[in-house]
C-alpha cells in the first residue's frame, strides 16, 4: 500500500541524498563563518566549497567499520577535499548537523502538508457549498436528532482543517531552530556568530540555549500537531464509513471501473478509502506518543531519540501528505444520495420534530417541564407503536387546547430548520 506511494516531493526530503546535501550544506557553511572570522584560511574555504562532495554508498562502507554516522560522512568528504577538510566540523558536535538538517527536513515537511491541505479545503468549500441546503438527519449517540444539511456537515470539517493549517503553520515556526553550539551547548570550542550565520542562511533562527542537542518538546508539538490533523481526517472517514452502510447510504466512496470490493462476494462496494485512513491515523497518532517519549533524555543528551526520529521522522509526514492526497480525491469524488437522506430523515415519522413542538407550547405559556411531558408521551407512543408523531398531536386533546392544527403543522416545518444556514456559511467561508 505506501511503498507505492509515488509522490517524489515529500519522499524527497527524507532520502540519504538530500539528507547528506544539507548536512554538507551545514559544514560549508560553517566554514563560512569561520572564515569571516578569520579562523581558517580563506584558501582553505575555497577548496571545502568547489571539492567537497559525498558518496552514499561510500558513506555507508565507513559507517559499517566506525559506527558513527557523522564520522563516515566526514571522512568521505575528506577523501574529496583533502588537507583542508581538517577545517571542517572544527568546534562543532554531531548534533548540531544532526539537528539542524532535522530542522530543515521538518520545516520542508509542513511546508508541502500546508500545500495539500490548502487543497483539500478547496475541495470542503466546494462540496459545502454544493450541499449546503440539501437535507439530512442529524445524529447524536448514533439516533436521529434535528435535522440539518449535508453541506453543513462538510462546513464544520472545513472548519475543523482551517486550525489544523494554522495548528502546522505554529507547529513549522517552532520546529525551525537550529543550533552550533558545540559539545553540551556551552559555545566552548565555537562562536556563537558562526550559529546564527548558519542558521539564517538555512532559514531557521538559532535556539536560544541547547544542551548538545535542541529540547525534544519542540519534536513532541510537530508530530503531536501532525496526530491532531490524523486525527481530523480520520473523524471526516469515520463520518463517511457510517454514512456508507447499507442501512444508511446516504454517502459513499466513488466506485470506479472495474473496481472490485470483495474477492467473495461480488456485490460489494466497500468504504476502503475511509478504512485505510483510520487505520493509518493510528501509526500517526503512536509516532506522536514516540515523539512525547523523546523529551526526557539523560543529562545533555543520549541518542535514545535519535533512532525514533529516523522513523517517525520520515513516516508521519509522509504518511500524513499521503493521507491528504487520498482524502482530498475521496471527498472531490464522493458519490452523494440526497434521496436516501430525505427517507431516512422520515423515518422517525415526524419524531425530529418535537424540540420544536415542545417550544411552541412553552411560547403557549406552558411551563417547560409540562411541555417535554406532553410531547415526550406522544413520541413515546410512536416510538412504541411506529405511529405517525404528527398525528398523534393533533389527536391529543390537551395540545390542541394550547396549538392550533396550523401551528403544529408550522413546527413540522423543515425550511425552518434550515433559516439560520446562510449565516453559519458566511461566518464560516467569509470571515
Avoid at 466546494?126 to 435535522?147: C, D, F, M, N, W
Avoid at 493549517?165 to 513549522?172: H, L, N, P, S, T
Wanted: glycine share 4%; aromatic share 8%; proline share 3%.
Amino acid at each position: 500500500m505506501i511503498p507505492r506511494y509515488t509522490l517524489p516531493e515529500m519522499a524527497a526530503i527524507w532520502a540519504p541524498e538530500n539528507k547528506f546535501k544539507i548536512w554538507l550544506k551545514i559544514e560549508v557553511l560553517a566554514c563560512e563563518a569561520l572564515a569571516k572570522k578569520g579562523e581558517i584560511p580563506i584558501s582553505a574555504l575555497k577548496e571545502i566549497q568547489t571539492k567537497s562532495r559525498f558518496d552514499v554508498e561510500r558513506i555507508d562502507e565507513i559507517e559499517r567499520e566506525v559506527k558513527h554516522d557523522v564520522i563516515a560522512f566526514l571522512t568521505c568528504v575528506a577523501e574529496h577535499v583533502g588537507e583542508s577538510a581538517r577545517y571542517m566540523h572544527m568546534g562543532m558536535t554531531s548534533s548540531d548537523v544532526l539537528d539542524t538538517a532535522l530542522a530543515v527536513q521538518l520545516k520542508k515537511s509542513a511546508t508541502l502538508i500546508l500545500k495539500e491541505l490548502a487543497v483539500f479545503q478547496d475541495v470542503l468549500k466546494k462540496q459545502a457549498k454544493k450541499y449546503k441546503l440539501t437535507p439530512t438527519i442529524g445524529r447524536s449517540h448514533g439516533v436521529h436528532a434535528e435535522p440539518l444539511t449535508f453541506g453543513l456537515k462538510v462546513a464544520n470539517w472545513y472548519e475543523e482543517i482551517k486550525r489544523n493549517v494554522d495548528r502546522i503553520k505554529r507547529a513549522r515556526q517552532r520546529i525551525a531552530y537550529g543550533q552550533i553550539s558545540g559539545a553540551v551547548g556551552t559555545f566552548s570550542c565555537i562562536d556563537p556568530d558562526v550559529e546564527e550565520y548558519v542558521c539564517s542562511k538555512l532559514g531557521l533562527k538559532p535556539d536560544p540555549i541547547s544542551s548538545q542537542v535542541i529540547q525534544r518538546d519542540r519534536h513532541a508539538e510537530f508530530f503531536g500537531t501532525l496526530a491532531i490533523l490524523a486525527g481530523t481526517i480520520e473523524k471526516i472517514a469515520t463520518e463517511i464509513r457510517h454514512l456508507q452502510r447499507t442501512e444508511v447510504m446516504e454517502a459513499a466512496e466513488f466506485f470506479s471501473g472495474g473496481q472490485k470490493g470483495s474477492s467473495a462476494m461480488p456485490h460489494k462496494r466497500n468504504p476502503v478509502i475511509s478504512e485505510q485512513m483510520c487505520g493509518l491515523a493510528r501509526v500517526v497518532r503512536a509516532n506522536a506518543f514516540a515523539a512525547m517519549e523523546n523529551m526526557p533524555l539523560w543529562h545533555e543528551r543520549d541518542i535514545s531519540h535519535s533512532s525514533v526520529e529516523r522513523v517517525i521522522g520520515p513516516d508521519s509526514t509522509i504518511l500524513i501528505h499521503y493521507m491528504l492526497r487520498k482524502m482530498t480525491a475521496m471527498m472531490d469524488e464522493l458519490t452523494v444520495y440526497p434521496e436516501n437522506m430525505m427517507r431516512n430523515l422520515e423515518k422517525t415519522e415526524g419524531l425530529i420534530f418535537s424540540q420544536s413542538v415542545l417550544l411552541a407550547l412553552v411560547r403557549k405559556g406552558v411551563t417547560r417541564d409540562e411541555a417535554y411531558k406532553l410531547v415526550q408521551k406522544n413520541a413515546m407512543q410512536s416510538w412504541a407503536h411506529g405511529k405517525n408523531f404528527l398525528t398523534l398531536l393533533k389527536k391529543d386533546k390537551t395540545i390542541r387546547k394550547l396549538l392550533s392544527v396550523r401551528e403544529i403543522d408550522q413546527a413540522f416545518e423543515l425550511k425552518k430548520q434550515f433559516k439560520n444556514i446562510d449565516r453559519i456559511f458566511k461566518r464560516v467561508f467569509e470571515k
